[in-house]
Nanobody
């Protein structure tokens, strides 16, 4: 059974940095797309970043471009989200997700929550002003 476990969240001041990790188990994820999303109470789940499988292409929401970096270590079945220059509006529960997508991948495709089969429980990130 596929499991995703996020870690690395916490409280940080605006302008600070955090690195989130998502460890996957129960399968081989080399060819899987790994994504990060975030959610705040009362709002829909929001796409943050994704990393495709074999091609290693990366995709970002406009709100985090230039500040966040997604990367993966296939040997460890782990995907990371390096978050720099954090802002109070980045405060949210961050969740990782994985899916096997085929065909041409675009930001529009990888940002759809309905395209992801497996989800982690999330890790809280709080940015104080």
């Amino acid at each position: 059974q596929v499991q995703l476990v996020e870690s690395g969240g916490g409280l940080v001041q605006a302008g600070g940095s955090l690195r989130l990790s998502c460890a996957a188990s129960g399968g081989t994820f080399t060819s899987y797309t790994m994504g990060w999303f975030r959610q705040t109470p009362g709002k829909e789940r929001e796409f943050v970043a994704a990393n495709s499988g074999s091609e290693g292409n990366t995709f970002y929401a406009d709100s985090v471009k230039g500040r966040f970096t997604i990367s993966r270590d296939n040997a460890k079945n782990t995907v990371y989200l390096q978050m720099n220059n954090l802002k109070p509006e980045d405060t949210a529960v961050y969740l990782c997700a994985t899916t096997h997508l085929v065909g041409l991948l675009t930001t529009e495709v990888v940002s759809r929550t309905t395209n992801y089969y497996y989800w982690g429980q999330g890790t809280q990130v709080t940015v104080s002003s």
